[in-house]
Nanobody
């Protein structure tokens, strides 16, 4: 069983930046796709960004050009660099590793609040 632990969330003003981290208890990120999702109050969970084991990245249209997903296999950590934050980015952000259809590891999430 692999544990995923997110960190780095917090309160930031519009236009600010945060870097989220997702640490895994095992060497999993180099084997599977890793993704960041978010859930805003009253909204459905949405995919924010993902990175394949080969390093190919994809992003939701709403964050393209502002967010960057990256990975450090040596320390089993995936990052989400978030720049030019807007209030609509306020959500709980989750790290996930899908293993097969319907089966995935999930972290507990980290709260990001963008407000002046």
């Amino acid at each position: 069983q692999v544990q995923l632990v997110e960190s780095g969330g917090g309160l930031v003003q519009p236009g600010g930046s945060l870097r989220l981290s997702c640490a895994a208890s095992g060497n999993i990120f180099s084997i599977y796709v890793t993704a960041w999702y978010r859930r805003a109050p009253g909204k459905q969970r949405e995919l924010v960004a993902e990175i394949t084991r080969g390093g190919v990245t994809t992003y939701a249209d709403s964050v393209k050009g502002r967010f960057t997903i990256s990975r450090d296999n040596a320390i089993n950590t995936v990052y989400l660099q978030m720049n030019s934050l807007i209030p609509e980015d306020t959500a709980v952000y989750y790290c996930t590793v899908p293993l097969s259809p319907g089966v995935a590891y999930w972290g507990r999430g980290t709260q990001v609040t963008v407000s002046s």
